[in-house]
């Protein structure tokens, strides 16, 4: 069994490779970090079930669109901060900056997402969008 701080590297690493993965708009390498079915959940939009792969490469496709079509490059995670619900449960609150192709910042968000282990690795359960203004988990400033 592991110790809590070496399951928190283990999820912040998947974190990591997560974003890589989605910053080379690899909807297939970044499908690999979610876990049929997953959620995304907003005020806005309730909540959205991707449960199958067609599924999520219309989700990505959509996503990708959407972000490009607003200048974006890439997303780099300024802050991330992790907290396990139990060894194989965990909440990941992260501080994304989206940058243009030339660095400067188009956006600036927190995303909360939950993880779960399934036996073999990490994967993604939720996808959660903090609103402008709010802080989300634990209140800690942007």
Known sequence: MSNTQEIVREVETFY????????????????RFMDLPYAL?????GVVVCATEPDHQRLAAQLYADLKARGWAR??????????????HALIVSDIIRRRADGSVLQKNRFCYTARHDGNSWKMITYLPVADGFLGP???PR
Do not use: K, T, W
């Open 16 to 31: 990591r490779a997560y974003l890589d993965a989605f910053n080379r708009q690899d909807a297939d390498g970044y499908a």
């Open 75 to 88: 997303s780099d995670a300024d802050r991330v901060r992790i907290s396990l619900f139990g060894q194989n």
């Open 138 to 140: 634990g209140n800690f």
């Open 41 to 45: 959940i907003s005020g806005e939009g």
